[in-house]
């Protein structure tokens, strides 16, 4: 009898041990990676990322874990390091550049239970969503706002990649400007890098150098502010408020706000409702925002970037709403016409107002 006493004690006992593993590992906090392609620094494109990680961090308290790494170059280091943040058990990864698409999608094949989110791509899997936002309508409003603070009519732009991305930011600012001053010019200089402060200041530089007294960016460092003070000059930076940078010079910028979203994505894993999406939201949502305007912009002006900000949001209004020419005078969209998404997504030309020729 007391044989079976003990068989049935030792059952007990490895039932409640069992039991408590199975909860101690119900605890356990979901692991959240991030790759970055620049420093997480103080401003710009990863910097939001980072805001968005601590926000979740804060927000989701012990549930969660998240780590990234930072300054890793798109190509075989990302595939690297996505890899080895995958076998590092995280859940959900993030993968914050457009050159890390095809990295992702390779490592995310090898690894169908992790969820993977890549940032500014169009190629998506399974268990691969991607997401960005429509910062293209922020553009516009710089553009606005450049040409009623621009005195020359030359608006010097520096640019990252001739990618998609950055022609829809390029050709929505000069759609802003001209729609303001329909004679002015955007020049535009390529860095062919994300992130490079020398090159990004010595480009800023030399547009200004051709005139231009408004400078704005589609690169990651506040380098294009700075010469801009430096110069007694315009500028609207990108990405996140670089302000602080160039108190005098900034107008603005263009900024993603990636809280909200990256808070609905985590959650959606924990609660085990995720599944792979294509997100492309902008002002209305809040995903796309204007950092505060500088006061030395005229109240009338400010009141018609609000007006022109509300009627984006409320869907009135569309920065590539025709009629729209491109560089060589071919018709792209015709009035009452609007540029569709499949276009935006693949755009490949220069609007009119955009001098120089477009690299291949």
Request: net charge neutral.
């Amino acid at each position: 009898m007391s044989i079976f006493k003990n068989i049935i004690k030792c059952l007990v006992i490895a039932v409640a041990l069992t039991t408590t593993f199975v909860h101690a590992k119900d605890k356990e906090p979901l692991k959240v990676g991030f790759v970055y392609v620049s420093p997480t620094g103080e401003a710009g494109w990863t910097y939001t990322h980072d805001v968005a990680r601590k926000y979740l961090e804060e927000k989701f308290g012990d549930k969660i874990k998240t780590t990234f790494v930072e300054s890793v170059a798109e190509g075989a280091d990302a595939e690297r390091v996505i890899m080895q943040l995958a076998k590092s058990g995280n859940d959900l990864i993030f993968s914050t550049s457009f050159g890390y698409m095809n990295p992702t999608l390779k490592v995310a094949k090898r690894f169908p239970k992790i969820k993977f989110e890549h940032a500014t791509g169009y190629k998506r899997a399974k268990n691969v969503g991607t997401y960005f936002d429509r910062i293209y309508e922020a553009r516009y409003l710089t553009g606005v706002l450049a040409g009623h603070m621009t005195k020359s009519e030359t608006i010097g732009y520096v640019a990252a990649f001739p990618i998609p991305e950055v022609m829809r930011g390029i050709n929505a600012f000069t759609l802003g400007l001209r729609s303001v001053k329909p004679d002015a010019k955007v020049k535009v200089v390529w860095v062919n890098s994300w992130y490079d402060p020398g090159k990004e200041h010595e480009a800023a530089a030399s547009l200004i150098q051709q005139g231009a007294d408004v400078i704005t960016q589609h690169t990651d460092s506040p380098a294009p502010v700075q010469a801009a003070e430096a110069a007694g000059i315009y500028a609207i930076g990108y990405h996140s408020d670089m302000s602080v940078f160039g108190p005098k010079a900034c107008l603005t910028s263009p900024v993603h706000n990636w809280n909200e979203f990256y808070a609905k994505r985590v959650e959606q894993v924990l609660n085990g409702t995720w599944k792979s999406e294509n997100v492309w939201e902008g002002i209305g949502s809040g995903m796309t925002t204007l950092a505060p305007l500088n006061p030395a912009i005229p109240a009338d002006v400010v009141k018609q970037v609000k007006t022109l900000s509300d009627k984006i949001a409320a869907g009135q209004l569309h920065p590539f709403a025709g009629p729209i020419n491109d560089q060589a005078g071919n018709v792209i969209a015709k009035e009452g016409e609007v540029i569709s998404d499949q276009i935006l997504l693949g755009m490949d030309f220069y609007v009119e107002g955009v001098e120089g020729k477009l690299p291949n």
